[in-house]
C-alpha cells in the first residue's frame, strides 16, 4: 500500500514513477530539470547484542532518515558463519562457530535523483554453545547429606537454573544456581530433566538418573583400626541381596597397602598412619544397591617413652611411669625375652608401664622394655639406667667451678646434677650475681651479659623430687676484656679454629669436668656439647678431639653451647608433648603432623626423634611451625652448613 504524496511532496522529490512517465512521453531527449536535494540518515542500532553458538539470532537493523524503500547489504569484513544480512536489514542465522567478528554493513535509500548511502562496522560477539556438567550425577544415600554442583559451560553470564520435568527425592532441592543439596529420605531411581538459561535467552537441557540408595544395608556400621605394617582383614557383609553381589569403593580411597576384593573382604597390610575416609558400595545382581561411609585408622608404630630415664640413688625410693603410643590400646608392658639385663635390685617393673622400689646397688644397668598391644603388636626400647651411691657421692651439684665472665660478652653457665630424683628446683640461696646476669630456678641456668667487673661470691641451692637439698658456693669473676674475643688466644695456645678439645681424663667415675668437650667456634669462645647425642648429631665419632691442660682451657672464653646439627634428628623436651625439627641457630620448629615428619625422614621417622632435658630449653629458640612440605627440606639446610659457627647461637 503506497503512501500517499502532498504537493510539496511532490515538488521537491519526483518518484520513479513519476520520472519515468515524462521520458516515455517526452523521448529520451526530454531534459527535466529537478532541484538538488543534499540528505543523509543513520544506521542503528549502534551496537548489536551478543548471539550464542548453536542458537538462532535475529537482529533487525534501521535506517533513521532515510527515503524508503532501504537496500541493505554487506560491505567488508567477516560476518559470523551461519550469520548473513538480509536486503530488507535483517543480520540473522544461527552461528556454529564462537568468537568475536568485526564487519561492516550499507544501506542505499530512494532519495532522488541521487540514492543516501551510509554504513556502519559491528562487532558481533558470538559466546560459545551452552552445555551442562557434568552428563551424569552421584547417587545419593538416604539420611546422608547430599551435594551435586551442576555446572553450565558457554552462553553468557548470569545463568538461571530450573527443574522441566520429573520430580526430585524427598529431601532434595534444585536451587537457581544450579546445586542440588539436600538429605534424601526415599531410597529408588528418579529420572530428571533440568534445564540452564542464559543471558543472550539460550536454553540447554540434560536427563539425569538421579539413584537413592539405603545406607542401612552394609554391615559393619565402623571399621576396627589397623596397624602400621601389621596384616588387616575385615569383610562386609550385607542383609538383603539377591545372587552374586559386586563390591566397589565409591569415593575416597582405602590406607595404602590395603585393597577391597571382590568378595568384600578388605585385606593387605597398611605401609601409611593416618585417618582414612571412603564410601563403600555394593550390588546385587537384580540391580539393587547400597552403600555406607567409612573412617578406617591406622595407628603407628609402638613407640614407649620417655626414651631416657632419671637416674636413681641407692636407698632413695624411686618411681617412674613409662608411657606407650601408637598401636591399639590397651597396653602391657615386660622386660623383653631378648634383653640384654635386668632392673636394678630393688626396681620391679608392673605390666601398667610403672617402674618402681628402692634400689640397693649402685652401678649402670642395660635392659629392654617391651609392650603390647590389644591388636598382638609389640615395640620394645632399650634403656641405660644409671644407680649412683649413698653418701658423699650420692646426690650433689657436681660442676667445681664457674668459667670467669668478661664485661659486655654474653655468658652463659649450667649446672651439672649427680643422683638425686627428678623434678630438680635450683635456687640462689645467698650472696648475689654480677648485675646483667640472671638465674632461671628452672633449669639452673646463668646468663646475660655483666655489666660491672669484679667477684661475686653466691650459694646454688638443689632440691630433688624427694626433698632432699645439696647446696654449693662459687665466685664468679667478670673481668674487663675487648669488646669481643678474638681467635688470637686459640693462636697463643696452639689451637686453630674448628677444633674439638677437652680435659685430660682424671680417673674419677663421679666427676664430670674432665667428660665435657668444647668446640673452638669462629667467635673466640669455646663451645661445650650438652651430651652424645649433640655431639653424634655433628661428628661420626671422637678421634678429632684434642686433649689440653685446665690452665689452657679456663684462658679460652666460655661460649654458647652447641645445638643439634640442623636436619640431622627431630627433637622433643620431656615435658613438652610436640616434636621439633632443627633448624639454624638451634632454631626449633614444631612439625605439626605425623605425615610430614615421615616426609622428612621416612617411615623410620619416629625413631629419629631424640629427648632433651628441660635443663636444655633456654640453649634453644623457638621459630614458625612447620605446616607444609614447603616449611622444611632437613637436606637442604643440613648441607647448607660448613662449620658448627655457621649455626651458633647469637
Known amino acids: 500500500m503506497f503512501r500517499r504524496k502532498t504537493v510539496a511532496d511532490m515538488s521537491i522529490q519526483p518518484s520513479r514513477v513519476f520520472l519515468r512517465s515524462l521520458l516515455i512521453a ?3 531527449f526530454v531534459a527535466v530539470a529537478l532541484p538538488s536535494v543534499t540528505h543523509a540518515f543513520s544506521v542503528l542500532p549502534d551496537t548489536l547484542p551478543h548471539g550464542s553458538a548453536g542458537t538462532a539470532y535475529t537482529q533487525t537493523l534501521l535506517a533513521s532518515g532515510a527515503v524508503d524503500p532501504v537496500t541493505w547489504y554487506s560491505v567488508s569484513g567477516t560476518m559470523p558463519p551461519g550469520i548473513t544480512v538480509s536486503a530488507i536489514g535483517v543480520v540473522s542465522g544461527t552461528p556454529t562457530t564462537a568468537g568475536s567478528y568485526t564487519f561492516t554493513v550499507g544501506a542505499d535509500d530512494s532519495t532522488v535523483p541521487t540514492p543516501a548511502v551510509q554504513s556502519k562496522t559491528y562487532t558481533l560477539v558470538i559466546d560459545p554453545g551452552l552445555a551442562i556438567t557434568p552428563s551424569s550425577i552421584q547417587s545419593g544415600t538416604t539420611s546422608f547429606f547430599y551435594s551435586q554442583t551442576l555446572t553450565a559451560i558457554g552462553g553468557a553470564t548470569p545463568y538461571t537454573w530450573q527443574l522441566v520435568s ?14 542440588l543439596a539436600g538429605t534424601p529420605n526415599t531410597t529408588g531411581d528418579f ?8 543471558r543472550n535467552g539460550s536454553t540447554q537441557y540434560q536427563t539425569y538418573f538421579f539413584s537413592v540408595l539405603d545406607a542401612t544395608s552394609i554391615l559393619p556400621s565402623s571399621l576396627p583400626t589397623a596397624q602400621l605394617n601389621f596384616s588387616y582383614l575385615q569383610s562386609f557383609t550385607t542383609a538383603s541381596s539377591t545372587g552374586s553381589l559386586t563390591w566397589t569403593i565409591l569415593s575416597g580411597r582405602l590406607p595404602t597397602g590395603l585393597t577391597l576384593g571382590t568378595n568384600g573382604t578388605i585385606s593387605g597390610t597398611p605401609t601409611q598412619s593416618g585417618s582414612y575416609s571412603f564410601t563403600v558400595q555394593v550390588e546385587d545382581s537384580g540391580g539393587s544397591k547400597g552403600r555406607r561411609n567409612y573412617s578406617l585408622s591406622v595407628s603407628g608404630a609402638l613407640r614407649i617413652t620417655p626414651t631416657t630415664l632419671p637416674t636413681a640413688t641407692v636407698g632413695v625410693a624411686y618411681s617412674r611411669t613409662l608411657i606407650a603410643s601408637g598401636g591399639l590400646p590397651a597396653y602391657t608392658f615386660q622386660l623383653s625375652p631378648s634383653s640384654p639385663g635386668a632392673l636394678p635390685p630393688g626396681l620391679t617393673l608392673l605390666s601398667t608401664g610403672d617402674i618402681s622400689g628402692i634400689p640397693t646397688s649402685a652401678g649402670t644397668y642395660y635392659f629392654r622394655i617391651l609392650v603390647a598391644d590389644t591388636g598382638s603388636h609389640s615395640g620394645e626400647h632399650d634403656y641405660t639406667f644409671v644407680v649412683s651411691p649413698v653418701g658423699g657421692s650420692g646426690f650433689a651439684i657436681d660442676t ?7 664485661l659486655g660478652i654474653a655468658y652463659v653457665a649450667t649446672f651439672a646434677v649427680r643422683g638425686g630424683q627428678a623434678p630438680y628446683t635450683w635456687s640462689l640461696s645467698s650472696g648475689r650475681l654480677p648485675p646483667g646476669l640472671t638465674f632461671n630456678a628452672a633449669n639452673g641456668l646463668i646468663a646475660g651479659s655483666p655489666t660491672t667487673t669484679g667477684s661475686f661470691p653466691f650459694t646454688i641451692q638443689l632440691m630433688d623430687g624427694l626433698r632432699n637439698v645439696t647446696t654449693k658456693q662459687y665466685t664468679l669473676v667478670v673481668t674487663a676484656s675487648p669488646a669481643l674475643p678474638t681467635t688470637d688466644t686459640f693462636v697463643r695456645l696452639g689451637l686453630v679454629v674448628h677444633q674439638l ?14 667428660s665435657s668437650v668444647y668446640y ?4 673466640g669462645r669455646r663451645h661445650p656439647f650438652p651430651n652424645d647425642r649433640v655431639f653424634a648429631s655433628w661428628y661420626a665419632d671422637w678421634n678429632a678431639v684434642h686433649i689440653i691442660s685446665g690452665t689452657d682451657m679456663a684462658i679460652i672464653p666460655l661460649g654458647s653451647p652447641v645445638t643439634y646439627k640442623p ?4 627433637v622433643k623436651f620431656t615435658t613438652d608433648p610436640k616434636t621439633y625439627v632443627v633448624d639454624r641457630s638451634g632454631v626449633l620448629r614444631w612439625v605439626k603432623t605425623e605425615d610430614l615428619a615421615r616426609l622428612f625422614y621416612g617411615d623410620q621417622w619416629n625413631r629419629m ?3 632433651i632435658s628441660d635443663a636444655f630449653y633456654a640453649t634453644y629458640s623457638f621459630g614458625t611451625d612447620v605446616a607444609s612440605a614447603f616449611d622444611y627440606d632437613p637436606h637442604a639446610v643440613a648441607t647448607s652448613l660448613t662449620t658448627i659457627s655457621d649455626s651458633l647461637r647469637p
Do not use: W, Y
Not at 166 to 179: A, D, V
Not at 191 to 198: E, R, S
Not at 400 to 406: C, F, G, M, S, V
Not at 505 to 512: E, I, K, R, S, V
Open 26 to 28: 517526452f523521448g529520451s
Open 166 to 179: 520429573g520430580t526430585l527425592p524427598s529431601g532434595i532441592t534444585l536451587s537457581s544456581s544450579g546445586i
Open 191 to 198: 529420572p530428571i530433566t533440568v534445564a540452564v538459561h542464559d
Open 400 to 406: 667445681p667451678t664457674l668459667a670467669p665472665a668478661a
Open 501 to 514: 678439645v677437652k680435659l685430660a681424663d682424671d680417673g674419677n667415675l663421679n666427676t664430670q669436668e674432665d
Open 520 to 523: 673452638l667456634g669462629t667467635d
Open 567 to 570: 636436619g640431622a634428628r627431630m
Open 609 to 611: 626423634i631424640d629427648d
